[in-house]
Nanobody, 119 residues
């Protein structure tokens, strides 16, 4: 099994910054990718950013140049640095894990971290 612990959400003003963290634990044998998705009220969940085991990254167009995803492989932790936040970034941010634990491929979601950007 895999457990994800998210932290770092909160309230910030327009133009501010926040950093989200997501630590994966359990009987993990390999990680294919970890990433962040978000869901705003009344909207579908959407990709924000993802990072693969090889370090390749992919970002949604609305966050390119403002958000940076990174990971600490030794700690099985992924981070999302969010700068120049806008009110439209307000959403619940979910961590996503894709990998094997221990031999079975699993996709696991975190509980969600609320990010609110005030104008």
């Amino acid at each position: 099994q895999v457990q994800l612990e998210e932290s770092g959400g909160g309230l910030v003003q327009d133009g501010g910054s926040l950093r989200l963290s997501c630590a994966a634990s359990g009987s993990i044998s390999s990680i294919n990718a970890m990433g962040w998705y978000r869901q705003a009220p009344g909207k579908q969940r959407e990709l924000v950013a993802v990072i693969t085991s090889g370090g390749s990254t992919n970002y949604a167009d609305p966050v390119k140049g403002r958000f940076t995803i990174s990971r600490n492989n030794a700690k099985n932790t992924v981070y999302l640095q969010m700068n120049s936040l806008k009110p439209e970034d307000t959403a619940v941010y979910y961590c996503n894990f894709q990998g094997r634990a221990p031999l079975v491929y699993r996709e696991v979601w975190g509980q969600g971290a609320l990010v609110t950007v005030s104008s």
